[in-house]
Every structure is written in C-alpha cells, then in structure tokens.
C-alpha cells in the first residue's frame, strides 16, 4: 500500500504541476471556477459509470483538483487498464444524455437513513460527522445538499455545470491507491484520476505535458543518471553519488565566483545550536514542530533549520559603523527540517537541504538600491541556467493579522520600495496580499521551464523582527546610533531543489558547463585508444571533464551508453581521423561531424563550456 500511496501523490502532482503550478490543492467547493466545475461534474459522471459497471461499488470523494479531478472507490477487485477504457465509454453516455445537475435540499435523517439503506457506509460516515460538528457548536443536525442528474444522486455542496453534455474532452488517467480520510488505519480505496478541458487540443497539449513530466523526473533521473539516490536510514535527506557531486560542486563553485564578484563574504555556522538562540529569535515559539530537537547534558539543542540568527551573532561580534554597510554575507548552510513522511518528496521537498543563503545589513537610505543589485543578480543568475521566462510575486501584510511586527510607517515604506524595484524590472509584478513574513514583505522570483510549469525560485525579503529582536545597530556619520535594514536571500533557494528544478528543466540533458561528465572519447579499434587519449589529457589540462572510453564494448555500444547518459560532447577517431589530426564530433541529438581538426574540437568544447552555452 506504500507504493500505491507515493504513487498517488505523484499522479496529483502530474496533474497539478502543468498550467496552474505545482501545487496540488483540492479546489474551493464554493469557487465560481469554470474548469472546477466541469471536472467537478466530471468525477460525478464517474461515479456513475463506476456504479454503473461494478454493483456494490461503494463511494468515497471527488473532488476538483488543479487540471484535474479524482473520486474514491471501494470495490473488491483491482481495477485494471481495461476497466478504465469501459468506464470511460460509459461516462460518454451519460454525456451524450445531457443530464441536467439537479442540486437537492434533504432532511438529515431522511438522507442518512437511504444512503445506510444503499450500503454507502463511507458516505453515512461523512453525514454523521457533519452531525457530530454541529453538535459540539451546540446546533441541531443540519439539512444536507445533494446532485443528482439522470438516476444518480451524490452527496454533494457542488458546484456543476448545467448539464452532463457541458463536460468537455476527457479522459481517465490512472489509478491509486488511497487511504480513507488519508489515514493508514482506514479502509485502502481505489482512486481513479482523470482530467477535462474544454477542446480536443488543450486535452492533448495536457496528456504531452504530463508525458513529458513523467520523463523528466528528477527522481527517474537521478537514478538512471546516476547522480543520487535514497535510502530509509535518512528519510528526506539525498545520498550524493560522483555524478551529482561533480554538477553540485559546478553549481557551488559558480555561485561563489559570482558573489566574490559582488562583494559578498563567505562565513560558516555550526550546524547544533541551543534552544536559547531561537528563544531569542522567537522561533522556539512559532517553528519549534519543524525543528529536530537534541538533548545534552540537560539543555536542549537541535539541528539548526535556518540560518538568519547565525548571521545576525556574526554582525553583533564587533561595532559596526556606516562605512562598513553594506554588509553582505553568504553561506552554503546545512540546515534540516522536520518535515512528515508523507510530504517529503524527491529533492523538492527534504529534511537536510543545503541553502544559498544571504543576509545583507544596510542603510534605510541604501535599501532601494541595494534591493535593485540583488534582483538584477538573481535574474542574471536564473538566466545563466536557462531560465528566462519570470514575473514576480509581491507578497504584503495582511492588516487583519496582529502578528506581524513593526509599524505600519516601516511596511508601508518597506512595500512600496519593494514595489518600486519589482515594476522597475519591467516584469509582470502578480500581487500576493497577506503572503508576507511575519517579519516583512517579500518579492519572490517565479520562473517557467521548458514544459511551462511555474516554480518558485529566489527570495528576497525584508526583515523588522530580527534586527530589533537581537538588537543591532551601526553608528551612522553624525555618531549616532541607527538600526539597519537586514534583507535576507536566498538565490537557489536550496541547491537540493535547484538541482531538481535544473533535471527536470533540461530533461536531463545538462548544458555543457554543468555536466557531470562534458566529453567522453571512444576509439573505433583498440589501437586508436592512445591518439584519443592525447586529446582527451589536452581537454583535461584546460578543466574539463573528460574521459576514454576503454571497454571492452564495441564502438556502437559505446556511442549508445553515452547517449543515453546524455554527454554532451563525444569524440570518435579511427585511422582516418588519426592520420589527418582530427576527430568525429557527435552530439547528444546523434548529430555527428566528421573530420573536425584537434584543435578545433578543443576550442569548441572550451568556448561552449566557458561561455555556458545551452547546447
């Protein structure tokens, strides 16, 4: 049941993920949204043909989800590819009929007592906890709603469309398994996913991009690749094999040029600290159910799972005056979370993730300028990785929230400069109103990649609570002392999911800079081995990741392995090719040059790799 559990966790993100991003929220049942009510309406035709073609089949939910819809089943067999194909030609004549959907009032007795009398026992389950609410508010049971169209009625609030004949293209996905209620103690039900749209052609651009997903994930890949892998002695955390090591390295070593560049300095935190320090940042209070706590020596400690007070101690560890703001500082920290097992995901969602993390202490008269050089940097960083379809997200307080802190003069400032900086970018700035910190507002950096998903990517945000919490201060030119501005960013986010987010993105297929291994050498014959070999040491010498391949397979079987291990560049040589001082060139789409010079080829690879060209 394990399996078939992850299994339909998958199967929501498939469907979530494409058009509307990656999250997999059931929709609002009370949402005037076109497509949530015809794929409502669409799990209700379902059901039917579930009921229809299996008697006895008793009902869960189905709901709405993003791009598409599910309902629940408990059935005494398995359901197979074939049911599926049955149940969908049964949903097309319920369709074809036009039923209209009929929304109906019941007394709570008179409902509860015909769906026991249909032997839906999870449907009376439901009832009677609607039951057991309205009793602890001390009201009587209410009045219950159902939808009926044609000769089937379901428990329902809805909405629906007018009628079966206004549900567009269709097609069942798959099924799951699922627990009722989600809990493992509960009956193990059958989920059968679907989707709807409106044309033939959005349906199908839907089943490509979903294909497209199912290849591109990172977890396939990293196995098939041979970049990483898992293991249940460390749930949530990734097992880092050569392969992955080198391109993490690649992204680690890039990311540090580019902020020595920049005036950022490197520091190093520990990674167990005491419970006092987040007493004292107030997260012992508000984030301790997401901390791993560790006992020693009668003190409590944990895992550290963010890296801003570090930050703040080492500005706190000397005076601080004008001249030295600016100040910038960034780490590569370890942080780990407590995250349930059940939402651990892969590489995007862990317990021990490694953070890009920074944290800038400046002036209130610098913050709009030193806000515009980090989102400039951030989109420039984005870019160099192939990413470069954004807007932007500005996420505000919501004033109805006492929780936040600071003055309403300091958010007030605080938002319009972020703003002023967003619409400066000349991208599409996409509000977020009561999105913000406790601590702050925020710009967030969505991004699109190669199949259209949107992914969360760089933050940048303002901080109020911390730096009065800690209380630091620098002392201005007129010798007084003032309380600076701390912005906190992060630009991978976490290279962990960075590193997801750049597989699925590339398919694999890794631009030369980044991959692990940029150009493999394979000789036609044995005795063609040595004059690669020369080529490959002059590749090396000039940092590049290169190798022979000596095995004892044959040419094509060579040139098969490394395609599918998606090298970027190979480079074959037989007699010809030895005797004119030159190589085949073959790419990873089996486009092949022949007779390139030596040094041609070498200047290629270098100018492709230095250049971080996305071939």
Known sequence: MADDAVQAV???ELLAAPVRGSADELLDAGAADHFGRMRHSAAHVMA??????????????????????????????????????????????????????KLQEHPFGDLRASLLKAEQALKVEIMDDLAANATASGLPAPSVTTYTHGEFQDLCRGPHVESTGKIGPYKLLSVAGAYWRGKSDRPALQRIYGTAWDTQEELEQFIWRREEMKKRDHRRLGVALDLFSFHDVSPGSAFWHPKGQL????????????????????????????????????????????MFIIESEGEEFSLKPMNCPFHILIYKSQARSYRDL??????????????????????????????????????QEDMESELTSVLNFVLDLLRDYGLTDFYLELSTRDPENEKFVGSDAIWEAATSTLEKVATDSGLELVPDPGGAAFYGPKISVQARDAIGRTWQMSTIQLDFNLPDRFDIEYTASDGTKKRPVMIHRALFGSIERFFAVLTEHYAGHFPPWLAPVQVVGIPVADEFAPYLSDIIAQLKAKGVRATVDLSDDRMQKKIRNHTKDKVPFQLIAGGDDRDGGSVSFRYRDGTQVNGVLVKDAIEQIVSAIANKEQV
């Not at 949903?91 to 036009?98: E, R």
């Open 10 to 12: 998958q199967e929501e």
């Open 326 to 363: 600016p100040l910038r500082m960034f780490e590569f920290g370890s942080v780990y979370r407590y995250e349930k097992s059940g939402v651990v995901h892969g590489l995007t969602r862990v317990r021990g993730m490694t953070q890009d993390d920074a944290h800038l202490f400046v002036t």
């Open 247 to 290: 391109l993490w390295r690649t992204l680690e070593g890039a990311m540090r040029e580019l902020q020595d560049a920049r005036g950022y300095q490197e520091i190093s935190t520990p990674i167990i600290v005491s419970k006092r320090l987040w007493e004292k940042s107030g997260h012992w209070d508000l984030y301790r159910e997401n």
């Open 48 to 101: 039917e043909a579930v009921m229809r073609l299996f008697p006895g089949v008793q009902l869960g939910i189905g709901p709405a989800i993003t791009d598409g819809f599910y309902y629940d089943f408990l059935l005494e067999r398995a359901l197979t590819p074939e049911d599926l194909a049955a149940i969908e030609a049964e949903m097309a004549k319920s369709i074809a009929a036009d039923h209209t959907f």
